[in-house]
C-alpha cells in the first residue's frame, strides 16, 4: 500500500510536520505557516461541553429482538412481530462525577438506550435502578448541585449531599437502593436496566396500558463492596470502560431480557399509591413481569468522540404506540434533553450518525443553523402545508388522550390512600438479609457520620426510622460509634 499523503483540513499537501516555518533558522514563526496555525487553533477547539450530568460513560451498538408477542398491548412497528430486531446504540454512565472520574463509585448508572425503528428513533433514557431520589423536577437542579462539587471545595461534600436529602423524605427509598448491595456495579454488564418512569403504551385499538420497563442482565448480577470498589478505582479508574470494550472486542457479547410490568390505564387512578410517582416501584404481585425480547451489545463504537459523546438520547423521543404518562418527572425530562443537546451539541445535532434514524429518513421543515449538512434540494419547500407534494401529517394519534380535570397551581404530587415517603423503603430494608443489613447501615454510617452538623444527620435518621424503627435506630448508633 502507497503511503498516504498528510494534508491540511483544505486537502493541501503537508510538506513538514516537524519543524515549523521561521524567518531564518533560529529565528521567530511566520504567521503564513497554515498549517501550524490551523494545527494549534484546531487543538484548541476540541472539548465541548461535558454532560451536566452523566458525563463519564461507555457506548456500545447492538440490536434488540422481539422475542414475545406485545402486539395487545402496543402499536409500536418495531415490537410488531416475534423475531424482528432492531439496531440500537446504549450509552451507560455514573451520574454525578465529571468526565474524568473513576467508574467504580456508588453512584447510580445511566442505561440510555436508542432503538434505530424505522417510524424514527425510540431514546429509553433509564438507570439501573427502579426508582429515583426525587418526584418533581422542580427540584432536580438543587439536587444535582448537592451532589456534585462544592462551588467552594471543588469536591464533594457530604454536608451538601445529605443536607439535601433531609430535606427530601421521598429519598429515602432510592437512598436504601443506592447505600445496599447493588450501589456499586462490578461493571456495566452486570447489573439491570430500567425505564424508571410509568410510560403509556397504545395499541392498534387505541386502548392504553401502562407500562414500566426492565432489563434483566443475562450475566447476572455482580456488585463490589466499598472496599473492593476503593481497590479497583486505585488500579483503573476506567474499569467499566475496559469490561465493555474488551468483553465486545473478545466477542462475549452482552445480553440483557427485556420485561414489562403492564397496567391497563382505567387501574391507575385507584391504585392504592400514585403509579407515576418515580419513588416507587410497582409491586411484581400486582403487576406481574411479562417478557418482551432481548437486547444484545455486538459492536464497539470506532471513534468514542464521535458516537459517544456527542450521542444524544431524550426521554422525548417517542414512536406511535409508545408516549409519556403523567410522571411530573417525566414531563420535566422531555423537555431539558434536547435542550441541553442544543446547548452541548447544536441545533442540528440530529444529523450526526449515531444521533439520526437509520431505518427511515427524517424529512421536515427545519432548516439553516450552525453545520446543516440535510438542509434540503431545491425541490423541497421550507414551509408546510405546499402544493408541491411536501412531507405532510399522518392525521394519525401517535398515543391515546389522558383525561384531565381540575384547576392550574403549583400541586403536590397526588397521593393515593397508601401514599407515604416511606413504607417502599422499609419494604426494601426488610427484605434484606442480616448481612445485607448490616452493610446497608455501614455504607450509610460511613458517609452521614461526616457530617457535620447534628441536625441534618437527626432529620436523615427520623427517615431512615420512619421507613423501619430499627432500621433508624441501627444507623444512628453507626453513626454515634464512628463519631466518638
Ligand atoms: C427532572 C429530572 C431530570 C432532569 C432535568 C435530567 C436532566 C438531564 C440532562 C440535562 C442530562 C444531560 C443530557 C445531555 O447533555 O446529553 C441528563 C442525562 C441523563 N439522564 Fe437525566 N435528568 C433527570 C432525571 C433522570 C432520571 C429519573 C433518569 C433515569 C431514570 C435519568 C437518566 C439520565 C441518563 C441515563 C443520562 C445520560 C444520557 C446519555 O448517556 O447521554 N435522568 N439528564
Known amino acids: 500500500m502507497s503511503q498516504r499523503v498528510l494534508t491540511t483540513e483544505s486537502g493541501a499537501p ?14 521567530p514563526l511566520l504567521l503564513q505557516d497554515q498549517h501550524l496555525l490551523e494545527k494549534l487553533a484546531r487543538f484548541n477547539r476540541e472539548r465541548i461541553p ?51 472520574g473513576a467508574d467504580a463509585v456508588r453512584d447510580p448508572r445511566g442505561f440510555a438506550l436508542k432503538f434505530y425503528t424505522e417510524e424514527g428513533n425510540y431514546d429509553l433514557v433509564g438507570n439501573n435502578t427502579p426508582v429515583f431520589f426525587i418526584k418533581d423536577p422542580i427540584k432536580f437542579p438543587d439536587f444535582i448541585h448537592s451532589q ?3 462551588p467552594f471545595t471543588g469536591k464533594q461534600e457530604p454536608d451538601n449531599v445529605w443536607d439535601f436529602w433531609a430535606h427530601s423524605p421521598e429519598s429515602t427509598h ?86 414489562v410490568q403492564i397496567m391497563p390505564a382505567a387501574e391507575a387512578a385507584d391504585y392504592r399509591f400514585n403509579p407515576f410517582d418515580l419513588t416507587k416501584v410497582w409491586p411484581h404481585a400486582d ?17 468514542v468522540f464521535a458516537e459517544v459523546e456527542q450521542a444524544a438520547f431524550s426521554p422525548n423521543n417517542f414512536v406511535p404506540g409508545i408516549g409519556p404518562s403523567p410522571d411530573k418527572m417525566l414531563q420535566g425530562r422531555l423537555f431539558a434533553y434536547a435542550d441541553a443537546h442544543r446547548y452541548r451539541l447544536g441545533v442540528n445535532h440530529t ?14 421543515y427545519g432548516r439553516d443553523g450552525f453545520m446543516a449538512t440535510r438542509n434540503g434540494s431545491r425541490h423541497d419547500k421550507n414551509y408546510e402545508p405546499n402544493s408541491y407534494q411536501g412531507p405532510a401529517q399522518t392525521d394519525a394519534a401517535l398515543s391515546a388522550p389522558l383525561a384531565i380535570h381540575g384547576w392550574t397551581g403549583t400541586h403536590e404530587t397526588p ?29 450509610i454510617a460511613g458517609s452521614l457520620s461526616q457530617v457535620s452538623r447534628e441536625d441534618v444527620v437527626e432529620k436523615n ?24
Open 148 to 150: 456534585k462539587r462544592d
Open 415 to 443: 397521593a393515593h390512600v397508601k401514599d407515604d415517603d416511606f413504607f417502599q423503603a422499609g419494604e426494601l430494608y426488610r427484605l434484606m438479609s442480616e448481612d445485607e443489613k448490616g452493610r446497608l447501615v455501614a455504607n
Open 351 to 364: 444529523l450526526l450518525p449515531v444521533n439520526a434514524p437509520r431505518a427511515t429518513t427524517a424529512q421536515n
Open 287 to 303: 403487576y406481574p413481569l411479562q417478557r418482551v425480547g432481548r437486547l444484545v451489545l455486538d459492536r464497539n463504537p470506532d471513534n
Open 174 to 259: 432510592q437512598i436504601t437502593w443506592l447505600f445496599g448491595d447493588r450501589g456499586i456495579p462490578a461493571s456495566y454488564r452486570h447489573m439491570h436496566g430500567f425505564g424508571s418512569h410509568t410510560y403509556q403504551w397504545t395499541n392498534e385499538a387505541g386502548e392504553a396500558f401502562f407500562v414500566k420497563y426492565h432489563f434483566k442482565t443475562n450475566q447476572g448480577i455482580r456488585s463490589l463492596s466499598a472496599e473492593q470498589a476503593a481497590e479497583l478505582v486505585g488500579k483503573d479508574a476506567n474499569s467499566h470502560q475496559t469490561d465493555l470494550l474488551q468483553a465486545i472486542e473478545r466477542g462475549v457479547n452482552p445480553s440483557w431480557t427485556l420485561y
Open 50 to 100: 461535558e454532560r451536566v450530568v452523566h458525563a463519564r460513560g461507555s457506548g456500545a451498538y447492538g440490536y434488540f429482538e422481539v422475542t414475545d408477542d406485545v402486539t395487545g398491548f402496543t402499536k409500536a412497528a418495531f415490537l410488531s412481530e416475534v423475531g424482528k430486531r432492531t439496531e440500537t446504540f446504549i450509552r451507560f454512565s455514573t451520574v454525578a462525577d465529571s468526565l474524568g
Open 14 to 27: 503537508v510538506a513538514d510536520n516537524q519543524n515549523s516555518a521561521t524567518a531564518g533558522v533560529g529565528g
Open 461 to 484: 435518621v427520623a427517615h431512615f426510622a420512619a421507613a423501619d424503627p430499627e432500621y433508624g435506630r441501627r444507623v444512628a448508633e453507626a453513626v454515634a460509634a464512628l463519631r466518638d
